[in-house]
C-alpha cells in the first residue's frame, strides 16, 4: 500500500509541475475548436455554398483542416517540458509562461483575422 501511496504522490509531483502547460494547451485548444466552428458558421451563414471555386486559402484551411491546429499547443507542451526538463539555465519557467502566451495570442490573431475575412464580401463565388 505504500508503494501505491508513493508513486501517486510522485505522478500528483509531475502534474503540479507541469500545470501550466497544461492550462495553457486547453485554453488554446479551447481556442483552435472554438474559432474553427466559428469561422465555419461565419462561412454557412453568409450563404456560401458548400463547394466554393475561389475560395482564399486561409479559409479553406480553416473550413477544411483547421482541427490540424490542435498540433500547435501539443508541440508547444512537448517542447516547453522537454526544454525544462533538460535543465537548460537560460529556459524556465517565464519562458514557458511567455511562449504559452504568444502562442495564445498568434492563434486568437489568426482565428480572428479568418473570422474578419469570412465576413468581408471580398470572397468571389462563380456559379
Not at 58 to 86: D, Y
Not at 87 to 114: I, Q
Request: hydrophobic residues 50%.
Amino acid at each position: 500500500m505504500a508503494y501505491s501511496l508513493g508513486k501517486k504522490s510522485k505522478i500528483m509531483n509531475r502534474y503540479s509541475e507541469f500545470k501550466i502547460q497544461g492550462i495553457f494547451a486547453a485554453f488554446q485548444s479551447l481556442l483552435i475548436v472554438s474559432g474553427c466552428l466559428f469561422v465555419g458558421t461565419i462561412i454557412k451563414a453568409m450563404g456560401y455554398p458548400d463547394r466554393f471555386t475561389e475560395l482564399p486559402m486561409k479559409l479553406a484551411f480553416i473550413r477544411n483542416w483547421g482541427f490540424l491546429l490542435i498540433t500547435l499547443p501539443l508541440s508547444w507542451v512537448i517542447v516547453t517540458i522537454w526544454l525544462e526538463r533538460s535543465h537548460y539555465e537560460w529556459f524556465s519557467k517565464r519562458w514557458t509562461v511567455a511562449t504559452g502566451v504568444g502562442l495564445t495570442f498568434f492563434l486568437g490573431w489568426y482565428l480572428l483575422g479568418a473570422a474578419a475575412r469570412a465576413g468581408s464580401s471580398l470572397i468571389q463565388v462563380n456559379p
